[in-house]
């Protein structure tokens, strides 16, 4: 079964700090993962999605992911986070959409 | 984007009676749509897939009987909580895959709350 794991499950940090949050896949053949994001109080929304070809994405808000076969990973990354990205941030392959258990993100102004 | 709306956002209910939450792909068909429930300061727990003209897929544990998913259109998929108890108070998302099948459109959620 598809499956995928967040190890970071609460993340503070101060503006203009370095962002990088873990995504680890389980399974083999085919690998789509995308990054999605809520907002408090807000809907999911899609970040991000790898399906194939460049193995690092960017997304909106200056997000970008980088697919690493080898290390089963798809972490997200911003080189400098903002207040308004204090949200929580959720991993999931978009065939089966089961997510990882979701790191909040807390930035400090 | 494509946009699900949910509702109601809201909902309180008394134990034993049963509640139906409304998701509906406003702008685009979905053959599949997704139900899922989130405890506080939890991940969102998929609770079935929901085909359009079949019946729903649940998850290991969910019980079919308790929350009941009808797709009875490419637009509308209904999740019935019946005889509900307050242990089934949580937060319930839905969400719809664009006809492409690649992207996932969420519903805000409803809050159901059972006393």
């Known amino acids: 079964a598809q499956s995928v794991s967040q190890h970071n499950h609460h993340v503070i940090l101060s503006e203009a700090a370095s962002l990088e949050l873990g995504c680890n896949y389980s399974?083999?053949?085919?690998?789509?993962l995308f990054w999605y994001v809520q907002y408090p109080g807000q809907h999911l929304q899609l970040l991000l999605k790898?399906?194939?070809?460049?193995?690092l994405v960017k997304g909106i808000k200056g997000f970008e992911a980088e697919f690493i076969k080898s290390k089963f990973s798809f972490n997200l990354r911003k080189p400098s986070v903002q207040w308004s990205d204090t949200a929580e941030y959720f991993c999931?392959?978009?065939?089966?959409?089961?997510f990882g258990k979701g790191t909040k993100l807390s930035v400090k102004p | 984007g494509a946009v699900v709306s949910q509702h109601p956002s809201r909902v309180i209910c008394k134990s034993g009676t049963s509640v139906k939450i409304e998701c509906r792909s406003l702008?685009?068909?979905?053959?599949?749509m997704f139900w899922y429930r989130q405890f506080p300061k939890q991940s969102l727990m998929l609770m079935a897939t929901?085909?359009?003209?079949?019946?729903?897929?649940?998850e290991q544990g969910v019980e079919k009987d308790k929350f009941l998913i009808n797709h009875a259109s490419l637009t509308l998929s209904t999740l019935t909580v019946t005889s509900a108890h307050p242990e089934d108070s949580s937060f319930y998302i839905c969400?719809?895959?664009?006809?492409?099948?690649?992207?996932?459109?969420f519903g805000q959620g409803t809050r159901l709350t059972v006393v």
């Open positions: 999931a392959p978009p065939q089966s959409l089961i």
């Open positions: 929901s085909n359009e003209g079949s019946k729903a897929t649940y």
């Open positions: 702008d685009f068909q979905a053959t599949t």
């Open positions: 969400s719809a895959r664009d006809p492409g099948g690649t992207e996932a459109f």
């Open positions: 399974y083999g053949g085919t690998v789509n």
């Open positions: 790898y399906f194939s070809g460049d193995p």
